[in-house]
C-alpha cells in the first residue's frame, strides 16, 4: 500500500502479510511510516494505492465503520478522559451504543485482566503511567477486537514499567486470542514480538521473523541498543 502526503510519500508499496495471532512490531525512525501503517490497519486512514485486507475482506469505504469496532487501539499517551473514573473509561466506546453483552461486567473483567479491578472508582489522574496505559488497553478490548494495534504503547513509559505493559499485550494477546501489531523504538520491545518489521523513509528494509531464544541482537547488529 502507499500513502502520500503533499510533496512526501509517508508508505512507498509497503506490502506486509502478517498471520492470525503473531505479534509484530514495527520499528523504524521517527517519520518512516510507523503511525501511517497502523492507522491503515485500523481504518483511521486510507491509502492512496493498494488495499487491506483483514480476514480475506478487504477494508473498503462502507465497512470501515464496522471494522473500527473490530479492532482495538493503544496510544503512546494513553488517552484517558481525565474527569471520568477508570470504569467510566473503559465503559466509554460502548456508552454511546447497543451492545449484545452486560458492558459493566465486561469492562470489570478487563480490569481484572489488567490487574486493575480494585481501582475501577479511581480516577487517571490517581494512578500512574503504567496503571493508565493498563487502564487504556482494557477499554481497547472492550469490543474483543481480533486484532490490537498499539503505537509505541511503551513511550511514555520508564523501560521496567514498558516491560510490563509488553508482558501484559503478550499475555493479553494469548488470552483473547488476537493478533498484535504494535510500532516501537525499543529494540527490547521489538525482540519480544514473534517477528520485527523495519520500515526507513515508507518502505519496508527488513522482515525477521524472531525464533525464542534467538540472539537478535547479534544479527539486527543497528538494533542493540
Ligand atoms: N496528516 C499528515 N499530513 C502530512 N504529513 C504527514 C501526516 N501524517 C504523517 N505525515 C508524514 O508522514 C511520514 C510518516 O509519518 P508517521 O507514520 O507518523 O511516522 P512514524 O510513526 O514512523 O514517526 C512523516 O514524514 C510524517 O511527517
Ligand atoms: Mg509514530
Known sequence: MTRRYPGLVALDGV?????DGEAVAVTGPSGSGKSTVLHLVGGMDRPDEGAIEVDYVELTARRLDAHRRRIGFVFQRFHLLPALTVLDNVLAPV???????????RAMEL?????????????????SGGQQQ????A?????RPGVLLADEPTGNLDS??????????????ERYGMTLLL????????????RIVRLHD???????????????????GGLRP
Open 134 to 137: 493498563r487502564v487504556a488497553t
Open 15 to 19: 506490502d506486509l502479510e502478517i498471520g
Open 202 to 220: 515508507g518502505r519496508i528494509v527488513a522482515d525477521e521473523r524472531i525464533a525464542p531464544d534467538d540472539d537478535v541482537f547479534d544479527r539486527l
Open 111 to 127: 480490569l481484572g485482566a489488567v490487574g486493575l479491578a480494585a481501582r475501577a472508582d479511581a480516577l487517571p489522574s490517581e494512578l
Open 95 to 105: 456508552l454511546p451504543r447497543r451492545v449484545d453483552f452486560d458492558r459493566r461486567a
Open 139 to 143: 477499554r481497547a478490548l472492550i469490543n
Open 183 to 194: 510500532t516501537t523504538h525499543d529494540p527490547e520491545v521489538a525482540v519480544s514480538c514473534d
Open 160 to 173: 521496567a514499567t514498558g516491560r510490563e505493559i509488553i508482558d501484559l499485550l503478550l499475555s493479553l494477546r
